[in-house]
């Protein structure tokens, strides 16, 4: 499977990237873990199906339909589709109501399912519908003496937790590991990627790539062939 993928031209904030990719036969992928949720449109034998996946926390391995054809709406960080809080479907999905004649129902409307050219139609609708929507995310330490009824830091990291579905901690992880992936992809050496994201020494590289993304460093430079999720840099600033 090769991914195409874009940036939109919408609002940035909401809409990280947008992907399409189609399968043969039958496979298996892995699906390395993500801190966004996902809106996946699968269309196979005249058939639409529609799903918002959540956050994964770590790699899996996904059966792959044979001739398929799937589009992806990557969320950004915060961006929730109402009404399906990301903490809700951490791991795991939720299925959207598809009408007979093709079109999403989307808190209790329905609309026309996008394609790969004009997806930014479709998220403006949404956005200005009310549907799709971001929140701030904070989670930085108040210094001492801030002033009453300011949130406290351990409120700002429930918000975020609420809001993401994971903890700041856990966003960070996920976001440098597939950064390393990513780079690790491109032919860095695994020092040089080591040092470029604050991992401990090779040994915590290759626990967090086996956690993560399923793969280890010389698979991914050798250019493994098995199906995966595509991967893309997500710095400067991983968890932001």
């Not at 043969?24 to 801190?35: F, I, K, P, V």
């Not at 609708?125 to 929507?133: E, V, W, Y």
């Not at 701030?136 to 609420?162: K, M, N, W």
């Not at 604050?198 to 250019?223: E, M, P, S, W």
Request: include cysteine.
């Amino acid at each position: 499977m090769r991914f195409e993928h874009r940036e939109t031209e919408t609002d940035a904030s909401i809409v990280d990237r947008v992907w399409r990719t189609s399968s043969d036969a039958e496979d298996t992928m892995t699906s390395a873990a993500r801190t966004c949720c996902q809106l996946i449109l699968t269309r196979r034998q005249g058939r639409l199906l529609v799903s918002l996946r959540g956050p994964e926390t770590r790699a899996t391995t996904a059966t792959v339909p044979p001739d398929a054809e799937f589009l992806g709406i990557r969320l950004t960080l915060g961006t929730v589709l109402r009404p399906y809080p990301a903490s809700s479907i951490v791991d795991g999905y939720a299925p959207l109501p598809v009408t007979d004649s093709g079109r999403v129902v989307i808190g209790g409307e329905d609309w026309e399912a996008p394609t790969y050219e004009n997806v930014e139609q479709f998220v403006r609708r949404l956005r200005d519908a009310g549907l799709l929507a971001r929140s701030t995310l904070r989670v930085d330490e108040q210094p001492a003496g801030h002033p009453e009824g300011h949130p406290s830091r351990r409120t700002l990291q429930r918000r975020y937790r609420a809001v993401t579905g994971l903890s700041h901690t856990a966003v960070t992880q996920i976001d440098r590991v597939n950064t390393a992936a990513t780079m690790l992809r491109e032919g860095l050496g695994w020092p040089a990627v080591v040092e470029a994201l604050g991992y401990f020494d090779q040994a915590h590289l290759a626990h967090a790539l086996r956690r993560y993304v399923g793969r280890t460093a010389r698979a991914l430079q050798g250019g493994d062939d098995a199906a995966m999720s595509f991967l893309y840099k997500i710095c400067p600033r991983p968890g932001s």
